[in-house]
Antibody, heavy 122, light 108 residues
Framework: QVQLQESGPGLVKPSGTLSLTCAVS?????????WNWVRQSPGKGLEWIAE???????NYNPSLKSRVTISVDKSLNRVSLNLTYVTAADTAVYYC???????????????WGQGTMVTVSS | EIVLTQSPGTLSLSPGETATLSCRAS???????LVWYQQKPDQAPRLLIY???SRATGIPDRFSGSGSGTDFTLTISRLEPEDFAVYYC?????????FGQGTKVEIK
């Protein structure tokens, strides 16, 4: 059974860096899946942040690209997210999600972590 | 970048009724890149439908997806109490994922 567990500081100061990790169990980070971060501001919809393949290929949301870095640690089987120069607008629940190939090039986020709330405040 | 517009914003229905949710794209795309999720309060999203019409593992057959081009639909037949939630469509293209703004299905 594949499980994703996000962790990180619940509170980050404005202009600081938000750093999150997603521990993957039941699947190898080096499988054929892509690994994603998605966030949801309070009372709002879902916003895709970034994705990474274990080989190092990455894709970023253009609106966040200048401040975001996604990475994998194969030895620890986890995915990390760094978001710099945070503001109150970055306050959200941050989810990691597995992007899985369901065959014939059809992909979807089939496994999600429970999410971790991050508040940006002084 | 393709923009997904979901309608209506809120759908008020009674258990047993049928919900019809729309997801309209700003440009046409291959239906294999259209996905639907369900999200309940304080829970992570749950995959329902991928490739516009394929149900994910464990999803009841009262959930069905259809559409092509720019117009996609999620239909929930015979609404059960646990189906009242927010539903999002999602698209992949040009190396990025985008979500619609969501449709809330609430109990009337």
């Amino acid at each position: 059974q594949v499980q994703l567990q996000e962790s990180g500081p619940g509170l980050v100061k404005p202009s600081g860096t938000l750093s999150l990790t997603c521990a993957v169990s039941g699947d190898s980070i080096s499988s054929s899946d892509w690994w994603n971060w998605v966030r949801q501001s309070p009372g709002k919809g879902l916003e895709w942040i970034a994705e990474i393949y274990h080989g190092g290929n990455t894709n970023y949301n253009p609106s966040l690209k200048s401040r975001v870095t996604i990475s994998v640690d194969k030895s620890l089987n986890r995915v990390s997210l760094n978001l710099t120069y945070v503001t109150a607008a970055d306050t959200a629940v941050y989810y990691c999600a597995r992007d899985h190939d369901h065959g014939d090039g059809t992909w979807a986020f089939d496994i999600w972590g429970q999410g971790t709330m991050v508040t940006v405040s002084s | 970048e393709i923009v997904l517009t979901q309608s209506p914003g809120t759908l008020s229905l009674s258990p047993g009724e049928t919900a019809t949710l729309s997801c309209r794209a700003s440009q046409s795309f291959d239906r294999k890149y259209l996905v639907w999720y369900q999200q309940k309060p304080d829970q992570a999203p749950r995959l329902l439908i991928y490739a516009a019409s394929s149900r994910a593992t464990g999803i009841p057959d009262r959930f069905s997806g259809s559409g092509s081009g720019t117009d996609f639909t999620l239909t929930i037949s015979r609404l059960e109490p646990e189906d009242f939630a927010v539903y999002y469509c999602q698209h992949y293209g040009s190396s990025l994922w985008t979500f619609g703004q969501g449709t809330k299905v609430e109990i009337k």
